[in-house]
T-cell receptor
């Protein structure tokens, strides 16, 4: 089947760095996206890796290794407002309009 | 404000009721999606419409009936639901359904449905 696995919860300290991993069970993904969702809010797009390697956008970076079926989201200089759920997602190679999501990682930030 | 508006934000209904969820996008996108979000589960793709044509029905029970009258509006008609259908229903849109090129999904804030 097609699935993405990520930890259910991660806790980190304000100002620190945290990495959220995502592994997937199929080679049928074009790439890997990351979304952020605050409580009561809409998921919002953070990044997309279509190629292997690191993509950096401000305090957030995302990495993909398709040979390892693995990616991660790196958040630096954590702020309290980064407390949210983070989802990895993959668009399927045989479907141009279908994205599969992981269960999400709840990030708790301690002051 | 993501450009995708969902109404109602909250809905409580009995198992014999008929109700509808509405989604409207103001982004000029051509693909629209319904996702179901339940606790401890991944976002589940329910339906995809690409240029008003349904391109995905992810084994969704017939008590959920989508309707896409034009590229800007998407409905989810609900009838004879079960308590396990209680969840957050999220609508999303994307440009021409080209998610393979990194095209992002723009989500609404969802309709929280409770079935009694």
């Amino acid at each position: 089947g097609q699935s993405l696995e990520q930890p259910s919860e991660v806790t980190a300290v304000e100002g620190a760095i945290v990495q959220i991993n995502c592994t997937y069970q199929t080679s049928g993904f074009y790439g890997l996206s990351w979304y952020q969702q605050h409580d009561g809010g809409a998921p919002t797009f953070l990044s997309y890796n279509g190629l292997d390697g690191l993509e950096e956008t401000g305090r957030f970076s995302s990495f993909l290794s398709r040979s390892d079926s693995y990616g991660y989201l790196l958040l630096q200089e954590l702020q309290m407002k980064d407390s949210a759920s983070y989802f990895c997602a993959g668009p399927l190679m045989n479907r141009d309009d279908k994205i599969i999501f992981g269960k999400g990682t709840r990030l708790h930030i301690l002051p | 404000e993501t450009g995708v508006t969902q109404t109602p934000r909250h809905l409580v209904m009995g198992m014999t009721n008929k109700k509808s969820l509405k989604c409207e996008q103001h982004l000029g996108h051509n693909a629209m999606y319904w996702y179901k979000q339940s606790a401890k589960k991944p976002l589940e793709l329910m339906f995809v419409y690409n240029f008003k044509e349904q391109t995905e029905n992810n084994s969704v029970p017939s008590r959920f009936s989508p309707e896409c009258p034009n590229s800007s509006h998407l409905f989810l008609h609900l009838h004879t639901l079960q308590p396990e259908d209680s969840a957050l229903y999220l609508c999303a849109s994307s440009q021409e359904g080209k998610t393979s090129a990194g095209g992002e999904l723009f989500f609404g804030e969802g309709s929280r449905l409770t079935v009694l």
